[in-house]
């Protein structure tokens, strides 16, 4: 059975220029405990859409308030190769300083990654990694910047958008 769940992938220009994407680190535990992702979560029954969805799901998350966001896009919908989720990932501007509030119960913290380090060769890899899920391990394309790793479906969503944040496809 395919659920649905919704991310959000907030970007912003700090003063000096750089633009950023913000990720967070899962807390321990979960399928997807320590790893880096964009905010979101599967869908409620009370959420109007996917994006109420991801919206909510930040807030939860990260303490954002929807005016503190633009949403500037829907992007192309992906499916987990490992828990069963399709995921509707949606691309937001902040648009202000933001003080974070975690949700201690499911985020270790929050990493903010200039978008250029991800366009960057040397930030690129491919390593093999295991899932409880997968029969065995295998061979995963990845970015390490800032002492993480970025990987499965994170790296599926980011790596196509991160061409077209550096090209100015959007008011950033």
Not at 132 to 159: C, D, F, K, N, S
Request: cysteine-free; proline content about 9%; aromatic content about 6%.
């Amino acid at each position: 059975m395919v659920r649905e769940a919704a991310v959000l992938a907030p970007v912003y220009r700090r003063q000096d220029g750089q633009l950023i994407v913000v990720l967070v680190r899962r807390a321990q535990g979960g399928a997807h405990g320590g790893q880096l992702a964009l905010p979101g979560g599967q869908r409620d029954p009370g959420d109007a859409d996917l994006a109420a969805t991801a919206l909510r799901e930040a807030n939860e998350e990260l303490g954002l308030a929807a005016n503190q966001l633009e949403l500037l896009a829907a992007l192309p919908m992906v499916q987990t190769q490992t828990t069963g989720f399709r995921i509707a990932p949606f691309l937001a501007r902040l648009t202000g300083p933001v003080p974070w509030r975690l949700q201690e119960r499911e985020i270790a913290e929050v990493v903010e990654v200039p978008v250029a380090d991800l366009a960057r060769p040397e930030t690129r890899a491919e390593a093999v990694r295991g899932f409880p899920t997968w029969p065995a391990p295998r061979r995963v394309r990845l970015w390490r910047v800032g002492g993480h790793e970025v990987w499965g479906v994170t790296y599926r969503i980011l790596e196509p958008l991160v061409p077209r944040l550096l090209g100015g496809e959007w008011p950033l």
